[in-house]
Structures are given as C-alpha cells and as structure tokens.
C-alpha cells in the first residue's frame, strides 16, 4: 500500500469537501488503486494545523467553512497554527482565485515546489498570472501539476483534450464553462427570476467565486479556456490577450427576445487556430436547438472539440459544484500516483 500524504491549501466550501470526501472514499481508494491517503496538513487565512499521524478528517467534516475552524481545530487538539508544515508529497491548493497576483495560491504552489511536492491546483489564479513561471519551476524541481479543478472540474475537460484525443489535432475548442452564469442565464430565461435573484441562489449553491464578479463578468470561462488554450493549442497567452464579455450586461428582454425566436442566450467560450494564430472570445451568444450545447442549462457545463481526425467530440454535463471540484481534485490526485 502506498502511503500518499497531502497537505491542502483554502478550508472553504470546495476544501472541506475535499476532506468530506477522502474521509468518504478512503476504503474504496484502498482497494481500488492500492494507496493510502493521510491528510497531514490544513492551511488558512491564518497559518497551517497539522499533524504527521494525519489530522482527524472527521473533526474537519463537521466543521463550517472557513478559517476560523482551523483556529478552532488548533485550540480542541492543543495543537499551534504554523506557517510551515512537514513532509508530504503533495499540495491540493483551495485557496480564492485572484487572477492579477495569482496570490495566495502562487505562494503556496512554490513552497509546495521547494519541497519537492507534486500540486493539484483547484485555484486558477497562480496559473493563469504567471503560467510560464509556474510550470517553469515545476520542471526545475521535476514535479508534477494536475489542474482538472481549475479546467470546470467535474466536466473533463484537459483529461478528454490530452488523452482522448492524443494525436488528433484540436482546431477548436468551444465550451460553456461557468456553472454560474449559466444558472443565471437558464432561470431568467425559464423562470423569469431577476440577474440579482439567481445570482443570490448560484452563491448559495456554493458555486459561485469568492468575488462573484469573476463569474459575471466572464473571467472564470476567460481562465478555463485560457488554461486549456496554453495546453492543448500550444499558446502562452494571458487574459490580456483574449477578448472577454460577460453577461453582466444581458438584459431581460434580450432573453425573452431569444426565446421568443426558439433560441437560448448562452455564455460561450471558444478558442478556434487560424492562419497560424489562435483566437480567443468569451462572450454571450444566442445559439438555436441545433447546437451541440443548446441542452446544456442550469449549473451543467459542456465542451466541443473540433479536430482533424476525430471530429466533434463533444461532453456534457459535470454540472457546478463544490462536491465535483473537490470530486475532480480527487480524480487528479489518483492519477498521480495510482500504477499505471
Ligand atoms: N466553488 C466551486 O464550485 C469551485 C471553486 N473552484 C476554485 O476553488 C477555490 C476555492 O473556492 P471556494 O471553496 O468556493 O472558495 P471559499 O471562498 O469558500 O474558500 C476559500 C478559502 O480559502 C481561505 N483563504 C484565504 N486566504 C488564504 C490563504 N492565504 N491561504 C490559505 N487559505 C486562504 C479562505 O479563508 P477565510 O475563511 O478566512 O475567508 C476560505 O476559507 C477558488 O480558487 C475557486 O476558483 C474551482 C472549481 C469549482
Ligand atoms: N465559479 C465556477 C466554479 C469553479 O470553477 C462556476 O460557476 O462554474
């Protein structure tokens, strides 16, 4: 049995479930792929608790999201929040996205690298501001990145693009990528229910970004498709170099408007090579019931890839949640290290 120790990174709704969920599926991951998970340490806003023994995943289940139950967690174990913690083989990051500094997550990310650890990134900040530098010093500290979380997660997509599709070449990629704003688009248009309305319910899903703004405004499609951009299409590019609209804008009429003509508004994201160059725009779009997507509502995602030998392939589904980005963590991390 192989012993894998992990230290996460953010406590908040997608890192508890990610402690809910190894706590939930450890005997199954025994079994199946012959390796041991031990969470060895948690680290917040305001330092790390941990333990090499492995800190009590059921203790961290119960707990609320937050901080706050770290210090909690430190006080009932008389253990002291650290700001170092001790060996372990790999990081899963959970910490907020902030995609100008790409921080805390970078900072976490290269302390995990100086460790030699591998990183399974659920965050997207620290990839998509400084792409280069980070996968730079993975390879200097020949380690490993695996980024499902930050790719829509419960929807594969990178995995589909890289292994699916190996030796194909992908043209274009076309994808709805936000749970949210594709909750909000899909209950205005069905129910009538206000941007404001629905914008409320997709936060208390659990889904939306800690500064939501991320969602609406198209910068959390904008990173998807970048990410999946700058490892399947070849380019190194940043969000400066894409056009980006959200839906911020949409209006009620224009909905009822598409509607009317038997369309849905829907927020696309699509990266299509032409000429050598590869262009890419987030944008909403009215598309008809003839498009691959046209089924994809409410927190759902779908991805269309268009390729020289394998034509669309297109999957649907693998709706927004913190339970799937915690799921699709899950998947990466046993991907890593299962024999292959
Ligand atoms: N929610 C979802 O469905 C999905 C989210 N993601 C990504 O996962 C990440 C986490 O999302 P989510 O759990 O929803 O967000 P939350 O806001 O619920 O949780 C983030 C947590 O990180 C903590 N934090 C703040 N600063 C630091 C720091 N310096 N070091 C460590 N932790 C810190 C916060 O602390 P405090 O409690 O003090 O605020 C909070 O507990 C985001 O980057 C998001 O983009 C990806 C896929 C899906
Ligand atoms: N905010 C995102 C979740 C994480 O990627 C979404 O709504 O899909």
Redesign the pocket.
Known sequence: MRQIRIVLTGFGTVGREFIRLIKEKSERIKENYNLELRLVAVGGRDGFIGSEEGLRLDSLSEARPGSQSLADYARNFHMPLTTRYGKADVLVEAAPTDVERGEPGFTHIMTAFRNRMDVIAISKGALVARYDTVFEAAKANKVRVKYSG?T??ALPTKDIGEISLAGSEIVGIEGI?????NYILTRMQEDGLSFEEALLT?QQKG???TNPD??VKGI?SAC?ILLLSNDLLGTHYSLKDLSIQGIDQVTKEQIAGAKGRGMKYKLLARAHKQEGNVHISIAPMEIGPGHLLAAVDD?N?GIVFQTDTMGEVCVLGGS?SPRG?AAAALKDLINLYRDH
């Open positions: 930050a829509a997660a990528l936000n749970g949210t704003t997709a889904i939306a970004e991320l969602d959390d998807k927190t995602k927004s980005a």
